[in-house]
């Protein structure tokens, strides 16, 4: 199983779609075994779809900036 530092790494990639189908299945089974992991997926989960929602032009995602500040809380609540 990949580690939660390469689950982190990975996805934002995953709700892009853009994770190869092999790893899709490493990333997939992390989320379902690490309860951090879920947690972390459905808060970065809800700000992709709220900012493609709201987004002006749409099709722009969250910027990188709010993925890696979410990124970073994360590791500095949970460590490495
Ligand atoms: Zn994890």
Same mark, same amino acid.
């Given at each position: ?10 996805v934002s990639d ?7 189908? =092999?790893?899709?299945?490493? *990333? ?7 309860? &951090?992991? $879920? ?21 722009? =995602?969250?910027?990188?900036? *709010?993925r ?6 994360? &590791?500095? $609540?949970?460590?490495?």
């Amino acid at each position: 199983m990949i580690s939660c530092d390469e689950f982190v790494a990975q996805v934002s990639d995953y709700l892009d779609g853009r994770v190869p189908f =092999g790893e899709r299945i490493g *990333v997939c089974m992390h989320r379902l075994m690490c309860v &951090r992991c $879920r947690n972390f997926y459905r808060q970065l989960k809800e700000i992709v779809e709220f900012v493609e929602v709201n987004a002006d032009p749409p099709d722009t =995602g969250p910027s990188e900036e *709010v993925r890696s500040d979410l990124m970073n809380q994360y &590791r500095e $609540r949970y460590g490495s």
